[in-house]
């Protein structure tokens, strides 16, 4: 678990196929992100995100770190886009205790979204990012979202497509400072949306449960789609 709050804007060393000893057969990508100093605090075994991609340390010398990833996930995520000498975001997973300074996200990127507009506005700047519409229903306006891992609130949501404006501090600190039109970016939604709309969408589906005033309700409350 996560909170969507960067640690740390790495760049990618090497790609490669993983080696055979990993017991993969061949299949996994081994992505070495130059990490630093934080590379020594991190135990192999441990939970990171890439990119907001939960991800297991396999091995780290001289502050880079390798990660193995299976080829679901290199084409579900923007991770089988990158190159060396990308940058990646990276968090550490959340500890018992830890503040959550975003909000809680999970690492399982959804679906990759594409960048519709970047540009400045009072002093911030606001991406618009077309996304699927099986996964734009879970995305609220004011509610959070994980873009490319980074938490951000829901400005707002329609045509295809929702908005987030950024702070310049994440802007810059991020890889959502580089993003341009028809960039991939990872997306996650917000995991207590995505529970309820689900939940709600079995319940007014069933045969059991007609009702077009409760359907007419959450949809104006912006519940449901």
Request: some cysteine; overall charge neutral; aromatic content about 4%.
């Amino acid at each position: 678990m996560f909170a969507g709050i960067i640690e740390n804007l790495a760049t990618i060393s090497s790609i490669s196929a993983a080696p055979p000893a990993a017991g993969y057969g061949g299949s996994a990508t081994r992505l070495c992100v130059a990490l630093g100093a934080m590379a020594a605090e991190i135990a192999p075994g441990a939970s990171v995100a890439l990119n907001g991609v939960c991800l297991t340390l396999v091995g780290q010398s001289d502050g880079v770190a390798a990660f193995d990833a299976v080829p679901e996930t290199m084409r579900r995520t923007n991770l089988g886009g990158l190159r060396p000498g990308d940058p990646v975001n990276v968090e550490r997973s959340l500890r018992v205790g830890d503040r959550v300074d975003g909000h809680f996200v999970q690492g399982h990127v959804e679906c990759v979204g594409r960048v519709r507009s970047s540009s400045p506005e009072r002093g911030d700047f606001r991406l618009t990012i077309e996304t699927p519409a099986e996964y734009l229903r879970f995305i609220i306006p004011k509610g959070s979202v994980a873009i490319d891992g980074v938490s951000m609130t829901v400005v707002d949501a329609a045509d295809g497509a929702f908005s987030v404006v950024v702070i310049p501090t994440t802007w810059r600190c991020t890889t959502l400072g580089i993003r341009r039109p028809g960039d991939s970016i990872n997306i996650e939604t917000d995991i207590l949306s995505r529970t309820i709309v689900t939940r709600v969408d079995a319940l007014l589906g069933s045969k059991t449960s007609g009702d077009a005033v409760l359907r007419e309700s959450l949809r104006a409350a912006g519940v449901i789609a």
